[in-house]
């Protein structure tokens, strides 16, 4: 087997150049840590000869994000992406503070949504957008694009990026041993089954998708997910002008028992699409339903590329281990009823590389599970109320049509439209007004009673 060309890893590993192991000093006293303090590894050994060395497993924007903060913050970054072209079935939207927070360039943003319209099982349309103001919209983005995008800006930053497939990891022997990653590196060669590889590191970054090897090497557990569906269409550009600015999202049975179908626009085509956890083998069915919901609006189109992928449902029971880290889809975070992935990906990939920059003392330390738990501590803190009110959402307005159709009808009125919008813009639970929310409550018990009569009447039919 081979070994990838790097700096020596001196005192940590077996250098490339020699045939033994250096051995570390560890301190005399125990090691004495910090709760919820992010320097607690302060007390493990410096790092000498080199800088703390990290592999993160996977390009997308959660691999991408955290090896540009990697390396930005001194340490030695390795990126392994199977595939550079990939292009992940992805309703693409992105909220409006990604695109200030990750510094993104508008001509990756193929389309700027401004308005959507919410299409109820008895097709009743609500359009929403109303209280955006002027600069406001959600960003429609081709993950490729994107993905690609964040990639060579980590390159740019400094990181190594190898185009190879992570296969498995050797645990440290001891505290401070190196982990031992395995791969099949590229050589862009079509058909090529690749070069197996190894290299060792201090630290791994686990940001490889809902199939995560990564997170089948710590034992991280399963989770429910959701199997996603998406035909592009090229569609006539006559019709192509009422998309511009418009997304579409469709709920009913008929699209989906417990998600949505979608409509979403891109650069020259749209994104046609629908998911499920609980009726996967029927996704085919699912996907020609919300293409017949949306025929007058794409007839004419030319389907020009199939995809489908899993999709998590709920974060994973283990997201770390020793010095390994779960984030994005590895981890779990996309959320329940909007299946939002992109943001949360990109953003606990910088987080969990925030925290390994902070804890090695940009990267001259050993860092420790407590330096990544830190990562786990702030993402909780900070995002669990969101994912909690989109669970309950999810399980209120999804479980059936006529639920379904009071969720349309809550979506029509403003003050619903700013709070959704507020807090999916900016991702924060938006405290609201209290007389506004008393109101939004006496609807929302009141769409719920009428649906509740209209399921009673459609099970006498």
Not at 168 to 173: F, G, H, R, S, Y
Not at 423 to 451: E, F, H, M
Request: glycine share 8%.
């Amino acid at each position: 087997m081979a070994s990838i060309t790097l700096k020596s890893f001196i005192g940590l590993r077996q250098s490339s150049l020699e045939n033994h192991h250096s051995t570390i000093t560890l301190p005399s006293k125990p090691l004495q840590y910090l709760r919820h303090n992010i320097i607690a590894s302060k007390s493990s050994p410096k790092i000498t000869g080199r800088n703390l060395r990290v592999a993160v497993i996977g390009g997308g924007p959660a691999g991408g994000a955290a090896a540009e903060t990697l390396a930005k913050g001194g340490i030695e970054t390795i990126l392994i992406e199977r595939k550079m072209d990939n292009a992940k079935p992805c309703g693409g939207a992105i909220p409006l503070c990604m695109v200030g927070e990750f510094d993104l360039p508008l001509d990756i943003i193929d389309r700027r949504v401004t308005k959507m319209k919410m299409i109820s099982p008895s097709n009743v349309a609500v359009d929403i957008g109303r209280t955006l103001k002027p600069h406001e919209y959600i960003g429609m983005v081709r993950r490729e694009v994107l993905d690609a995008y964040l990639r060579d800006r980590a390159r740019d930053a400094g990181a190594t990026i190898v185009n190879g497939l992570f296969v498995k990891m050797d645990k440290p022997i001891d505290k401070y041993a190196p982990y031992v990653v395995h791969y099949n590196a590229y050589d862009g060669k079509a058909g090529s089954t690749g070069t197996k590889m190894t290299m060792e590191v201090d630290a791994i970054i686990g940001a490889d998708g809902a199939n995560s090897r990564v997170a089948k090497s710590i034992d991280a557990g399963d989770y429910e997910y959701a199997i996603a569906f998406q035909e592009r269409i090229k569609i006539p550009d006559d019709k192509m002008v009422y998309y511009e600015n418009l997304a579409e999202m469709y709920v009913g049975d008929d699209v989906s028992p417990d998600f949505y179908g979608w409509v979403f626009p891109k650069c020259d085509h749209v994104a046609v699409g629908t998911g499920t956890v609980t009726h996967k083998p029927d996704i085919k069915k699912f996907q020609l339903a919300t293409r017949l919901r949306a025929r007058d609006k794409i007839q004419g189109g030319k389907i020009i590329r199939v995809e489908a992928h899993p999709i998590p449902e709920h974060p994973r029971p283990r997201r770390l281990s020793n010095r390994v880290a779960l984030v994005g889809d590895a981890a779990g975070y996309v959320t329940k009823c909007s299946g939002e992935g992109i943001y949360f990906a990109a953003k606990s990939g910088r987080m969990c590389a925030e925290a390994i920059v902070a804890g090695s003392e940009n990267g001259t330390r050993m860092v420790d599970e407590s330096d990544l738990r830190n990562y786990l501590q702030k993402w909780d803190k900070t995002y669990w109320p969101t994912y909690k009110v989109l669970d309950i959402l999810q399980k209120v307005f999804y479980r059936s049509n006529p639920a379904r159709e009071a969720f349309v009808e809550m979506c029509a009125d403003e003050y619903v439209q700013k709070m959704t919008f507020d807090s999916y813009l900016y991702k924060t639970v938006v405290p609201g007004n209290p007389l506004d929310d008393l109101k939004l409550a006496v609807n929302t018990i009141g769409s719920l009673v009428r649906a509740n009569a209209l399921r009673n009447e459609m099970a006498k039919i």
